[in-house]
């Protein structure tokens, strides 16, 4: 029976009064990818330390395949890979000595070579590390994550410094590992990353994971329906009736005007139907597109709500 790569259970973490993690509990299981979303100060970070055994528990257990990692780090870090924004290099060795080292400590013997081929790093094998950019030791950190073909990828915000097509390249090679079976844990401020790339979402908000979804689910329970766009003859604050035509659609959230350009929030079928009929009849209506309601945006519903009903709490 497989053993589930990540089981978090009842975490919690206090420094002094402070409560950064308040009896998490979570389960990621073998080839999924995971996104794992919150505003600064969430918890996300502690999370992680959690369970790469930087930090100690105060109570719960973090456990990675099965082995608790206060007790067993060394025996689960062989079999994880890890990407952070603030990876720790060193200046003076080469992309290549870094991913021999690296081989060396995992008992690896693919050539480092190939990885720095992947990430495309091959003209900067015997470079000095402290001369790269930071996309460029971004792309170094995930190909030392890739050493020794690791069964779970934790990744930090991994596209912090990469250009569009490094996030391209980054996207491709994560998604290739997950169809091959690798678990991914993915925390990202980077929110259509982890739409492009992640089964299942969890919110964390002042220590606690408070939704857990897949993204689609995600969306489905939240007010953001969908986003209508129509494409105007003429500039839309020249026009007469965009505003005032969907301001008394229930369900219509918001409207936004940018040049020939208005956009519409709809939280409901029958506001999305409504609207449509209503601007349909301008004639200055030339195009429409319609699209479901982003990661992003639905990730700002959640943080609004939760924002809002700790200000209620504390009005009490």
């Given at each position: 029976?497989?053993?589930?790569?990540?089981?978090?259970?009842?975490?919690?973490?206090r420094?002094?009064?402070v409560v950064a993690l308040d009896g998490v509990d979570l389960t990621v299981e073998r080839g999924e990818a995971f996104g794992f979303l919150g505003p600064n100060g969430a918890g996300k970070s502690t999370t992680i330390h959690a369970l790469l055994g930087i930090v100690d528990p105060t109570a719960g257990t973090a456990k990675l395949f099965g082995h608790d990692v206060t007790k067993n780090a060394k025996r689960v870090r062989e079999r994880v890979g890890v990407v952070s924004e603030g990876s720790t290099l060193y200046d003076r060795l080469t992309a290549r000595e870094h991913l021999a080292l690296t081989a060396r400590m995992k008992?690896?013997?693919?050539?480092p070579a190939q990885?720095?081929?992947?990430?495309?790093?091959?003209?900067?094998?015997?470079?000095?590390?402290?001369e790269f950019s930071k996309g460029m030791i971004q792309r170094l950190s995930l190909a030392i994550a890739l050493v020794g073909e690791p069964d779970l990828l934790i990744l930090d915000e991994p596209t912090s410094g990469l250009d569009p097509n490094g996030i391209e390249l980054f996207r491709n090679i994560?998604?290739?590992?997950?169809?091959?079976?690798?678990t991914v844990f993915f925390s990202s401020h980077v929110l259509s990353e982890v739409e492009a790339i992640c089964d299942r979402v969890g919110v964390m908000?002042?220590?606690?994971?408070?939704t857990v979804e897949t993204v689609t689910g995600l969306r489905k329970t939240q007010p953001a329906n969908a986003s209508i766009g129509f494409e105007l003859s003429r500039d839309g604050a020249t026009v007469d009736g965009p505003e005032r035509i969907v301001n008394d659609?229930?369900?219509?959230?918001s409207v936004?005007?940018?040049?020939?350009?208005?956009?519409?929030?709809?939280?409901?079928?029958?506001?999305?139907?409504?609207?449509?009929?209503?601007?349909?009849?301008?004639?200055?209506?030339?195009?429409?597109?319609?699209?479901?309601?982003?990661?992003?945006?639905v990730f700002q519903d959640i943080s609004t709500a939760d924002s809002n009903e700790a200000i209620a709490e504390a009005s009490r």
């Amino acid at each position: 029976m497989p053993v589930t790569p990540i089981e978090i259970s009842g975490l919690t973490k206090r420094y002094g009064e402070v409560v950064a993690l308040d009896g998490v509990d979570l389960t990621v299981e073998r080839g999924e990818a995971f996104g794992f979303l919150g505003p600064n100060g969430a918890g996300k970070s502690t999370t992680i330390h959690a369970l790469l055994g930087i930090v100690d528990p105060t109570a719960g257990t973090a456990k990675l395949f099965g082995h608790d990692v206060t007790k067993n780090a060394k025996r689960v870090r062989e079999r994880v890979g890890v990407v952070s924004e603030g990876s720790t290099l060193y200046d003076r060795l080469t992309a290549r000595e870094h991913l021999a080292l690296t081989a060396r400590m995992k008992g690896s013997e693919r050539d480092p070579a190939q990885l720095l081929k992947l990430v495309g790093l091959s003209d900067a094998a015997d470079r000095p590390v402290g001369e790269f950019s930071k996309g460029m030791i971004q792309r170094l950190s995930l190909a030392i994550a890739l050493v020794g073909e690791p069964d779970l990828l934790i990744l930090d915000e991994p596209t912090s410094g990469l250009d569009p097509n490094g996030i391209e390249l980054f996207r491709n090679i994560v998604r290739r590992r997950v169809s091959n079976g690798t678990t991914v844990f993915f925390s990202s401020h980077v929110l259509s990353e982890v739409e492009a790339i992640c089964d299942r979402v969890g919110v964390m908000r002042d220590g606690a994971l408070t939704t857990v979804e897949t993204v689609t689910g995600l969306r489905k329970t939240q007010p953001a329906n969908a986003s209508i766009g129509f494409e105007l003859s003429r500039d839309g604050a020249t026009v007469d009736g965009p505003e005032r035509i969907v301001n008394d659609v229930d369900g219509a959230r918001s409207v936004a005007i940018e040049g020939q350009r208005v956009t519409v929030d709809v939280a409901s079928k029958a506001a999305k139907i409504e609207v449509l009929r209503r601007m349909l009849e301008l004639e200055w209506v030339v195009d429409v597109d319609i699209h479901t309601a982003s990661l992003q945006s639905v990730f700002q519903d959640i943080s609004t709500a939760d924002s809002n009903e700790a200000i209620a709490e504390a009005s009490r």
